[in-house]
Every structure is written in C-alpha cells, then in structure tokens.
C-alpha cells in the first residue's frame, strides 16, 4: 500500500532532517523551472532542428565546430540570463554534498558550497588539442541562435572547445571519486530530475542504496532509478524540495 502523497512528503522530510551525511544528486530537471531545457526536452527554435544527444559527442564537434560550439555558447548566454529557483534555494540551506550532472552555474549561484560538477561547466572552455585553459568566456554576448566560430587557443592554434564531457569521453577523476565516495558514506540521497539513463552518473544512487544508505527521488515522471527508492516524490523540484529539506 503506498503512502499517501501528504504522508510520503512528511517522511521524506523526517529522514532528510535526521540526515547526518545529506547527498543530494541533480540533473537537467533541477533548473527546469529556472528557464533552462531538460537534456531530454524537445530542443526550441533553431535547436529544434537537432538532437541534443547528437551534438554533446566529441564526433559532432569534429565536424562541425561552429555548430557545437553556438549551441553551447546559445546554452551558456541563456543561463547567464536566469536564475535559481526555489529548489536550489533549499538544497543550498542544508549542509549537504551536491553532486550535479549539470553544467550550469545554478547550485553556486543559490549558495551551495563546492558542487561537484559531474559533466563539466559551461564556464570552463578550454583548448581541443593541448587541454590547457581557454580563460572564461566573455559575459554577455550576442544571444543568437546558431553556428558561432570557435576561438582558437593561444598556445597551439587549436580550437576552443566547451569544458563539457561528451558521450564516450571519462568523467573527470577527481569529481567522480568525491562523488562515489560521498555517496558510499551518505545516510540519505537525495536524488532530483535526472532521467538516470546516463553513466555512470545513474550508478551513483545504487551505490549508496547497496551501502544500505536511504535514496529518495524527486521527479515528476517514473525513472529507471525508481526500485531504488525508498520514496518516489512524483513532482518539480521547485515545489518539492522546499517541503522535504528545512
Ligand atoms: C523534472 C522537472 C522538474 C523535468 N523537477 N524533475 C553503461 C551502460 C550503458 C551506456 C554506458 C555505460 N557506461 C557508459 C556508457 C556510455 C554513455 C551512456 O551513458 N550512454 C547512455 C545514454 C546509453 N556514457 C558516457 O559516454 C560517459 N562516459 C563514460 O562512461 O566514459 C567511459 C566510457 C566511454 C565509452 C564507453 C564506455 C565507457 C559520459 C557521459 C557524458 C554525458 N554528457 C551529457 C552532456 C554534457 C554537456 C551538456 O550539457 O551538453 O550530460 S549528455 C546529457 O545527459 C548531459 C546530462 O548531464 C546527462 C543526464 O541527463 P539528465 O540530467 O538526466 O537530463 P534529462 O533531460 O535526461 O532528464 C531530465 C529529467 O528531469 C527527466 O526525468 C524529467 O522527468 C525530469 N524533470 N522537469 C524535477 N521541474
Ligand atoms: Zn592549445
């Protein structure tokens, strides 16, 4: 017999407030209702056109650079351009470790110490060929909707590329270890609007369910993360978090 919603909420509230190691897991459905489009949305405009599956591969940005790179210089003016939402607000009021899948800025913004960032930042660009630090964009900037060329590094001449991870490339080390190791130690997890079809981000809440740590889920629709729950909360982050972390 599953609890009703009132009472689910109540008991996802009671175990984050006895929570003494909190880690809360977040993809694109944690700034949704900031104004920044899931992964897995539709894309709009001109992006419509596309699938976002099919431009985060270092292949497409072999390709076609000017391509990748204004779809994500277009993503990077878009979140400059908005705000944390009341979800951020109340993970950032809690002591807990944030591990995020996404590349926006939102978690810090709202006050969040030290998020680990999973798949990169649209922040960091940095040079395709010799790795090295291609210096933060410029704030602003055009808002247009479509190819942009790349800057080229000043050391080696190669292109610019966004400071993202692509399928087929590695997490980074330092990140994914912070995060396997918090979620091993955490009492609860809490996790929030990812569709947990990535890896090895999706891996990260069975590591804490099999460690016989308590892992709730935010998330308006059924996830593949849902057997490993011990509460499934069927709604926005924004609306949600605010009721369940205090
Ligand atoms: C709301 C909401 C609201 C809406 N409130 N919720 C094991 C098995 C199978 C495959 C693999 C495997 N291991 C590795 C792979 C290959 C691959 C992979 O996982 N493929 C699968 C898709 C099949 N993984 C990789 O390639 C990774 N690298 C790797 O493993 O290296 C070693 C290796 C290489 C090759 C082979 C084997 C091993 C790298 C993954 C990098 C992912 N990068 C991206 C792009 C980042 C830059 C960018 O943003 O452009 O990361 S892809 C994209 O997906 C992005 C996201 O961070 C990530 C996850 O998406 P997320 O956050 O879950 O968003 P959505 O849109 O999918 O879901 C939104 C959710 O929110 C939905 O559930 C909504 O219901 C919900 N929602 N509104 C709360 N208001
Ligand atoms: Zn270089």
């Not at 940005?61 to 003016?77: M, S, T």
């Not at 009021?93 to 798949?119: C, F, M, W, Y």
């Not at 079809?197 to 804490?208: L, N």
Request: with cysteine; hydrophobic share 40%; proline share 9%.
């Amino acid at each position: 017999e599953p609890l009703s919603e009132p009472a689910q909420l109540r008991a996802a509230a009671a175990l984050i407030a006895g929570a003494e190691r909190l880690v809360v897991l977040t993809g694109a459905g944690m700034s949704a209702e900031s104004g920044v489009p899931t992964f897995r949305d539709a894309l709009t405009g001109l992006w419509a056109r596309y699938d976002a599956q099919a431009l985060a591969t270092p292949e497409a940005f072999e390709q076609d650079p000017a391509l990748v790179w204004g779809w994500y210089e277009w993503r990077r003016e878009l979140v400059e351009r908005v705000g944390p939402n009341a979800g951020h607000e109340a993970v950032a009021r809690r002591d807990a470790v944030v591990i995020t899948q996404n590349v926006d800025d939102l978690h810090e913004r709202a006050g969040s110490k030290n998020p680990i960032h999973l798949h990169g930042s649209l922040f960091t660009p940095r040079c395709s060929g010799c790795g090295r630090a291609a210096g933060a964009p410029a704030v602003g900037g055009a808002g247009t909707e479509g190819p942009r060329t790349p800057p080229s590094c000043e050391h080696c001449q190669s292109l610019v590329r966004p400071g993202v991870v692509w399928f087929g490339e590695s997490l980074p080390v330092d990140a994914l270890e912070k995060a396997v190791e918090a979620a091993a130690n955490a009492d609860v997890l809490v996790t929030v609007g990812t569709s947990g079809v990535v890896h090895p981000a999706a891996e990260i809440p069975q590591v804490t369910a099999k460690l016989g740590g308590t892992v709730i889920q935010v998330n308006p629709q059924p996830t593949p993360l849902d057997p490993f729950c011990a509460v499934n909360l069927r709604g926005p982050a924004a609306t949600v978090l605010p009721e369940i972390i205090r």
